[in-house]
């Protein structure tokens, strides 16, 4: 039963291997420049990680192992290995895929690997828990917006590193209570050119099958010279300028995102100058 399998599988909550900062990660590649030069240069961050950054950190390790548990329900013939497999150290990007979809039988004389599913195509698999400005950001906008995108920046260079054809994307809300409060609130507006949500959306997972053949093919050239290019100001100490301006904003003083979530922010603010607007990419 599923409650059996449930019980039976152990959480594995595989940990990170300690990532060298000679190169830029994979999920920061979308990142400000000049905090990805920060981190690359292996300074210290000034903004103390709040206890909350923790623990959601650690939530999401806890989600990604559920979320393969329910992958795996659902669908008996696949298993999710290779998790948290470092890309190799030649690539011009660090980073830990979260797995690949597996296909084997279910009897065990009868177990095989293979690196194709059915269809195929070698797909990955990648996990996000994401807040409920990101999550609500994809809800609207799709992979086409500025969340998604962020998403496909980081597993077009799996794809390529690793050889996969396709990613099954899971995108899980840490705050789905919030989520659908918006949602709910969203669908009673009268002005129709301020409704976004739908009854198709769901407030607590996303999934999505991602084909990663353009991708692979006219991002990732554009991300390796993005990420030479950081990794070369880094070697020679060449501070680049903000993307954003991490200046607190307006009446209120009210500082923007993504800059009130850099732990470099007031590394940056020192250096100056400050003011940047984001640049295109």
Same mark, same amino acid.
């Given at each position: 039963t599923a409650d059996e399998f449930l019980a039976?599988?152990?959480?594995?909550l595989p940990?990170?291997?300690? =990532?060298?900062?000679?190169?830029?990660?994979?999920?920061?590649?979308a990142d400000c420049a000049r905090q990805q030069f920060y981190y690359m240069k292996n300074l210290d961050e000034t903004d103390a990680e709040k206890p909350d950054m923790w623990l959601t950190q650690q939530q999401g390790r806890v989600m990604e192992d559920v979320s393969v548990a329910a992958i795996e329900r659902a669908a008996p013939l696949i298993r999710v290995v290779d998790r948290q497999l470092a890309l190799p150290a030649d690539y011009f990007v660090t980073g830990h895929p979260d797995g690949r979809l597996d296909w084997r039988y279910l009897h065990p004389r009868e177990a095989r690997h293979a690196r194709e599913l059915p269809d195929g195509r070698v797909w990955g698999f990648e996990h996000k828990h994401f807040g409920r400005y990101q999550y609500e950001q994809l809800l609207k906008e799709g992979l086409d917006g500025e969340?998604?995108?962020?998403?496909i920046t =980081?597993?077009?260079?799996?794809?390529?590193?690793?050889?996969?054809?396709?990613?099954?994307?899971?995108v899980v809300s840490q705050d789905a209570s919030s989520v659908r409060s918006d949602m709910t609130r969203n669908k009673a507006v009268k002005n129709e050119e301020n409704l976004w949500a739908t009854g198709e959306m769901n407030p607590k997972v996303l999934t999505y099958g991602v084909?990663?053949?353009?991708?692979?093919?006219?991002?990732?050239?554009l991300l390796k010279r993005r990420a030479l290019a950081l990794a070369g100001a880094a070697s020679e100490g060449t501070l680049p300028e903000p993307e954003y301006d991490p200046r607190p904003q307006g009446k209120a003083q009210k500082v923007e995102f993504p800059c009130s979530y850099c732990p470099y922010r007031t590394l940056c603010l020192d250096a100056g100058p400050a003011?940047?607007? +984001?640049?295109? +990419?």
């Open positions: 039976a599988k152990e959480p594995e940990e990170n291997e300690p =990532q060298v900062r000679l190169k830029p990660r994979a999920s920061a590649l969340a998604g995108t962020k998403l =980081q597993i077009a260079p799996y794809g390529d590193a690793l050889g996969w054809d396709a990613c099954f994307l899971v084909d990663l053949t353009e991708a692979k093919r006219d991002l990732v050239p003011g940047m607007v +984001r640049i295109p +990419r």
